[in-house]
């Protein structure tokens, strides 16, 4: 199998959103994973890997074709790790495991190459949404996780169907400053984990913002969300750490 990476490279995505409905971003992701990823150290999947997940029961032929390519991976030697993202916080051990994968908390501390870095989905630097910071919490609650696991998968569609319409209506009445990161919020968590490169998904406002932090160079990477014909990771490897946008035909 031939590498496409150098053994110390890191690969870090976000906001796939893959699903049945979108089958060419599945077939995006497995030309990244057979042409990108190859040979790389690790791969972080930073959230929303998944559109709608509804649990690790979900027998949606697409989830189990998505582990089979990331375990051949990660039996290739490529660690895999994900994080949550608003759209797949019931994604479990069980099905990263399937994956050859670890699921970690966010924020996540990565040193790489004597380079510091933060990585987390980014919704939670929303702080000025408080209508989803009160949903957030009201999902993260293991109470409410159980509950809602022990309901049927069709009932779980449903609910997932109905949260995304009522989602993508609320959403449409946002101003856009209040569905992207605060500022201050940004600040606040690098001062406070001591790191000076933040990466992101979530806002899906792909771009490498550089700016000072108590008068330190500081950088904030935001990840792309994947369309057909265009894909979005951030690469660490010895030159650094650089924002690929891969567009292909
Ligand atoms: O997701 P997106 O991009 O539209 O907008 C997000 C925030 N919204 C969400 C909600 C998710 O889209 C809901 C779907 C999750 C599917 C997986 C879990 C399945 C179980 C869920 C069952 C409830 O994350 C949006 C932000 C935006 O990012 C930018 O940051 O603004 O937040 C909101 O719109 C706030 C709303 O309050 C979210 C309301 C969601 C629905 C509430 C429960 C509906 C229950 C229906 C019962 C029949
Ligand atoms: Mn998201």
């Not at 490529?78 to 908390?105: E, P, V, W």
């Not at 750490?241 to 891969?246: M, Q």
Request: glycine share 6%; hydrophobic share 40%.
């Amino acid at each position: 199998m031939t590498a496409s990476c150098p053994p110390d490279t890191l690969l870090l995505i976000a906001d796939l959103h893959l699903s049945p409905q979108r089958p060419e971003l599945t077939r995006a992701f497995l030309r990244f994973l057979d042409e990108q990823a190859k040979g790389a150290q690790a791969l972080y999947i930073l959230g929303d890997f998944a559109d709608a997940w509804i649990g690790d029961d979900d027998d949606t032929p697409l989830y189990a074709e998505l582990a089979a390519a990331l375990h051949h991976l990660s039996t290739s030697g490529t660690a895999i790790f994900f994080l949550h993202g608003n759209r797949d916080f019931l994604l479990g051990q069980d099905y990263a495991a399937s994956c050859g994968a670890r699921l970690l908390d966010e924020p996540l501390r990565l040193s790489h190459l004597g380079q510091d870095y933060l990585l987390l989905h980014g919704d939670i630097l929303c702080t000025r949404d408080s209508a989803y910071l009160a949903f957030r919490q009201q999902v993260r609650a293991p109470a409410w996780q159980r509950d809602f696991l022990s309901k049927l998968l069709a009932e779980r569609r449903a609910f997932a169907a109905a949260a995304r319409a009522q989602s993508k209506s609320m959403s449409s009445n946002k101003a856009q400053d209040i569905m992207d990161v605060t500022p201050e919020a940004v600040l606040d968590l690098m001062q406070e984990q001591g790191v000076t490169t933040l990466i992101h998904g979530h806002t899906h406002r792909p771009k490498v913002h550089e700016f000072k932090l108590h008068g330190s160079p500081a950088r904030r990477i935001v990840l792309g969300d994947w369309r057909e014909h265009e894909t979005w990771y951030a690469r660490i490897d010895a030159a650094g750490v650089s924002l690929e946008r891969f567009v292909y035909g």
